[in-house]
Every structure is written in C-alpha cells, then in structure tokens.
C-alpha cells in the first residue's frame, strides 16, 4: 500500500549512509519495481538499497526440497527393512 511504501522509504532513508540494513527476498531486484508499485517511490527505495549493497544471489535447489527428498527416502527405506 502507499502508507507501507512511505514508511519503508522513512526507514531507508534514516538508515541510509549510518547503518546496515539486510533485506532478504525471493523476488529479483529486477522485479522490485513491479512489486513496490509506485514507480517514483519504487526508484527512491531501490537508490537507497542497491547503489552500495553487497549482493549475495544463492542458486542452486532448494534447501527444503532436499531435506523433504531425503524424509522421503529414509521414509521408504525404513518400509523396505523388516521387522
């Protein structure tokens, strides 16, 4: 909502050049703009975040999908063993 996009703009800019911020999100930073809605606002937020961000982009299979593949195996393992 706009009232949401001006606080987020509000925390950015106090935190902006004196603090870190870590913004952690599925979405590409491409797709930000699109996400945020305002473009003028949307602009603003992204100045403040990206021009001096570390940028960290995991790729790979998810974390979650593993571990539920590997409860999956175990699971039929444990089927298969008699008792």
């Known amino acids: 909502t ?3 996009r001006e ?3 509000e925390i950015l800019e106090d935190r902006h050049g004196r603090s870190s911020t870590i ?3 599925q979405v590409p930073v491409e797709e930000w703009h699109a996400v945020i809605g305002s473009p003028t606002l949307a602009d603003a937020i992204l100045d403040r975040l990206v021009h001096n ?3 960290i982009e995991l790729s790979g299979e998810s974390m979650r999908r593993i571990t539920a593949r590997r409860a999956t195996t175990t699971e039929t393992l444990d089927a298969r ?3």
Request: proline fraction near 13%; glycine fraction near 0%.
């Open 53 to 55: 961000a570390h940028r």
């Open 7 to 9: 606080t987020l703009l």
């Open 2 to 4: 706009q009232p949401e």
């Open 23 to 25: 913004v952690t999100s």
């Open 81 to 83: 063993e008699p008792s």
